[in-house]
């Protein structure tokens, strides 16, 4: 079994995840950063995996351009998506925001993997913003009150990264 993964990434956080399911999955992988380079010949896959992290709602313009550009031909494949994102209940609201609501039905599998906030990597706004969206997680209020502008906050989720990826493996 042949599988594709390709992905992008701002911070980290989604190539690790991506780093992550390439170690899990079986057969031949090739791991692609879509900021980098655009993949060859998707014609010798058995299944393509995308990822992506969410900036206030959306995908990456890498992400939805592979996406757009190569839509037929991934109906026909075992198709899998995971979102890096800190708020994964809405994963719904943002594949049909991102992807349309048709492409859903043609999904093996999607998660959403969790999130990483580095806040010494972030601008003015972005910190704002991510202190928002951490705050209005549930039970995090007085957490949000301790961040500075060296606090990393990890919430990948390991597990759902590894269920994922069984279930990709299940060909
Ligand atoms: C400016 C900014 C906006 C974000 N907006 C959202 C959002 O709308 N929804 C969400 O669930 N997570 C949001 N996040 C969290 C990111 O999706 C999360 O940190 C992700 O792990 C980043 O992945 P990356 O480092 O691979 O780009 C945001 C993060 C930043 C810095």
Do not use: H, W
């Amino acid at each position: 079994m042949k599988t594709l993964v390709v992905y992008s990434s701002k911070y980290g956080a989604t190539k690790k995840c991506a780093q992550m399911i390439a170690t899990e999955l079986q057969g031949e992988v090739e791991l692609i950063n879509l900021l980098e380079k655009k993949p060859k010949e998707l014609v010798k896959f058995d299944q393509v995996i995308i990822g992506a992290s969410i900036y206030v709602g959306s995908v990456s313009k890498v992400v939805k351009s592979f996406y757009e550009e190569n839509k037929e031909f991934l109906a026909t494949k075992r198709l899998g998506l995971f979102l890096s994102c800190m708020e994964g209940s809405k994963i719904e609201e943002y594949i049909k925001l991102n992807f349309g609501e048709k492409e859903i039905k043609s999904l093996v599998k999607q998660i959403a993997c969790g999130g990483i906030l580095d806040f010494g990597k972030m601008n003015f706004f972005e910190r704002t913003i991510c202190k928002m969206i951490y705050k209005n997680k549930e039970g995090q209020n007085q957490e949000a009150q301790k961040i500075t502008k060296k606090t990393v906050l990890d919430c990948l989720d390991e597990k759902a990264i590894k269920e994922f990826a069984k279930t990709m493996n299940q060909f």
